[in-house]
């Protein structure tokens, strides 16, 4: 959900209508410095060898002992407030490494094809990417992460490694006494949702004027790299989702929570006069705060976060949407939002989505667009055009509504991803599709591509993958070996 032309993270638009993507000014000295510094030194790795990257031998027997449980786990249906992904794995990354992104321990280089991410203790549940680093859950409930953390992102510290290692670069435990059920990351910020219904999170917030901080009752703007627990009396959630610089949280009776910056109406509960200065009003920011619905007894049971905007499906399954919508990337069109800065800042129902055959179960969102999977398997998608993020070919104009994408009509899509320019799907047979502005980070070649593409490599061959998520300029996924 980053800007894929620039080396660095993606700075926030001071209009509701930014240009076509330009490289983008870096957050914080130390990410400046290696950017700049890095290009150079990038090469390009080809496919490896299996042998050169397998586990080891431990993972392979719990393969085999959990192989059956895994496949009957797949064909019960998740529940609303669980994880949508309930299946372990191993990790492999793709793609440019400036600050190890790709945990292999080193950074300046790409991967044009998955690799296997090693060093981490226990298969893993779920992951998630932030702009320049990476977070995932262990089936024991561990967090681990790895990339970029010059603004605590990590949730641990990095400076001062042992001669000869980068901390950054390789995945190591996040200090976490809870059992994690679910993580999400932004920008420059991680949270995570423990099994008892508590929500921590680290890092930074982060403005059109820069850092805002994570602690409503402190001066410092400096990054959080310890979580920290998030203090709602008597509440318990169920659910969380981050943006680029903004959190959503659930409660267990439905009610949508939100913190974070709130320039472009992503906060869904502050007038248009209270978007700026945030650095004068971290109360009204950072402390949570109940999204302001039209109907006030609307409840809840799933959200997720754009870059700049907001996503809440009701009890009833109406979806409902705010935040930036210069694109119409909220599925609602330009002509239904009354206005005239192209902002949505309280939530409005999706008609368009009433449409669908199935429940909305997936939202996500990238640079002006959005795709959403539903219940069927089907995959929508609308919003800004170029360079075949859309995945609909190449076509000439941005679409106001969601528009079924055809490659993939039959293909029963489990998950769905998207990096700032480009898409991505997972099918029911563990196959990857990837789609959008070129680059390493799609899997595929050196163009642009425009429909939804089938990535191939020795590893995939003999593995099937279970989910996918993007970063900046990369992607992660996890995937389980083909039974023999």
């Given at each position: 959900m980053y800007n894929l032309r620039s080396?660095?993270?993606?700075?926030?638009?001071?209009?509701?209508?930014?240009?076509?993507?330009?490289?983008?000014?870096?957050?914080?000295?130390?990410?400046?410095?290696?950017?700049?510094?890095?290009?150079?030194?990038?090469?390009?790795?080809?496919?490896?060898d299996l042998d050169e990257t397998l586990p080891i031998e431990e993972f392979m027997e719990n393969y085999k002992r959990k192989a059956e449980q895994d496949s009957e786990s797949k064909t019960k249906k998740a529940k609303i407030e669980e994880t949508p992904v309930v299946t372990s794995g191993l990790v492999m990354t793709f793609g440019d490494d400036f600050c190890g992104e790709l945990g292999l321990k080193k950074t300046g280089f790409s991967k044009k094809r998955p690799v296997l991410v090693e060093g981490i203790k226990q298969k893993v549940t779920q992951i998630v990417c932030g702009g320049m680093h990476n977070v995932c859950i262990t089936t024991n409930g561990e967090i681990y992460s790895w990339?970029?953390?010059?603004?605590?992102?990590?949730?641990?510290?990095?400076?001062?490694?042992?001669?000869g290692r980068n901390l950054e670069a390789e995945p190591n435990k996040v200090p976490f006494l809870s059992k994690a059920k679910k993580v999400t990351a932004g920008d420059s910020h991680s949270a995570a949702l423990t099994s008892h219904g508590e929500i921590y999170i680290w890092g930074n917030f982060k403005d059109s004027t820069g850092n805002i901080g994570i602690k409503p009752d402190s001066d410092s703007l400096d990054g959080q790299f310890q979580p920290l627990r998030i203090e709602l009396p008597d509440t318990n959630f169920v659910d969380l989702a981050s943006g680029i610089d903004h959190i959503l949280l659930l409660t267990d009776t439905g009610v949508v929570y939100s913190i974070g910056s709130g320039e472009q109406g992503q906060l869904g509960r502050l007038e248009k006069n209270e978007w700026k200065e945030i650095k004068n009003k971290r109360d009204i920011y950072l402390k949570p705060a109940i999204v302001k619905f039209d109907d006030e007894s609307i409840r809840c049971d799933q959200i997720w976060a754009g870059q700049y905007s907001s996503f809440a499906r009701a009890k009833n399954g109406d979806i409902y949407a705010w935040g930036l919508n210069n694109y119409s990337q909220l599925g609602i069109p330009q002509t239904n939002t009354h206005q005239d800065d192209l902002v949505v800042p309280f939530p409005i129902q999706i008609s368009s989505l009433s449409k669908?055959?199935?429940?909305?179960?997936?939202?996500?969102?990238?640079?002006?667009?959005?795709?959403?999977?539903?219940?069927?398997?089907?995959?929508?998608?609308?919003?800004?055009?170029?360079?075949?993020?859309?995945?609909?070919?190449?076509?000439?104009?941005?679409?106001?509504?969601?528009?079924?994408?055809?490659?993939?009509?039959?293909?029963?899509?489990?998950?769905?991803a998207t990096g700032s320019i480009n898409s991505f799907a997972v099918n029911e047979?563990?196959?990857?599709?990837?789609?959008?502005?070129?680059?390493?980070?799609?899997?595929?070649?050196?163009?642009?591509v425009w429909e939804p593409t089938l990535v191939e490599s020795k590893n995939l061959s003999t593995h099937h993958v279970i989910s996918v998520s993007a970063g900046s300029q990369h992607t992660v996924i996890i995937v389980t070996p083909k039974s023999d």
């Open positions: 080396k660095s993270r993606n700075a926030k638009p001071k209009n509701a209508n930014p240009p076509k993507p330009q490289p983008a000014k870096p957050k914080g000295k130390a990410t400046r410095d290696r950017v700049r510094d890095k290009p150079k030194q990038i090469t390009e790795d080809h496919d490896v990339g970029c953390n010059d603004e605590g992102a990590l949730g641990r510290k990095t400076d001062n490694p042992p001669k669908l055959n199935g429940q909305v179960e997936q939202i996500c969102q990238g640079q002006h667009f959005m795709l959403v999977r539903d219940s069927t398997g089907k995959v929508y998608s609308c919003g800004r055009h170029e360079y075949g993020r859309l995945g609909h070919g190449e076509i000439d104009n941005s679409l106001e509504e969601p528009k079924l994408i055809e490659k993939l009509d039959t293909e029963n899509i489990k998950c769905i047979k563990g196959h990857l599709y990837s789609w959008g502005m070129s680059g390493t980070s799609l899997g595929l070649g050196d163009d642009d």
